[in-house]
């Protein structure tokens, strides 16, 4: 390769460089402050996420366990699980 095309590499990085420097990610981790809110609202949004599912997941749960009942062995099983649940809920 010659100077020239070297210079013309080296043109075309430096612009490349450039780009991604402007992009939002960078320039978001280029600052503390925003960095660390950032990070802080998407672990909310994470912790709350989290919450609703297990919420949705275990009443799905309860409610699969209900229905179940008339079944011989599970449903001697659910209702115990029912029960275990039903007394951790109760208020005291």
């Known amino acids: 390769m010659s100077i020239e095309d070297w210079q013309d590499e080296l043109k075309e ?17 280029n600052s503390t402050t925003r960095l660390v809110w950032f990070n802080f609202l998407r672990g909310l949004a994470f912790g709350l996420g989290s919450v609703i599912g297990a919420t949705v997941l275990v009443s799905l749960l309860v409610f699969f366990l209900r229905e179940i009942n ?8 659910a209702a115990q699980v029912l029960d275990v649940i039903s007394a ?3 208020p005291r």
């Not at 450039?18 to 978001?28: D, E, K």
């Open 13 to 29: 990085l430096r612009a490349e460089v450039a780009r991604l420097n402007s992009h939002r990610f960078i320039r978001m981790h």
């Open 70 to 77: 008339f079944i011989p062995i599970i449903g001697d099983w």
């Open 88 to 90: 951790d809920t109760t």
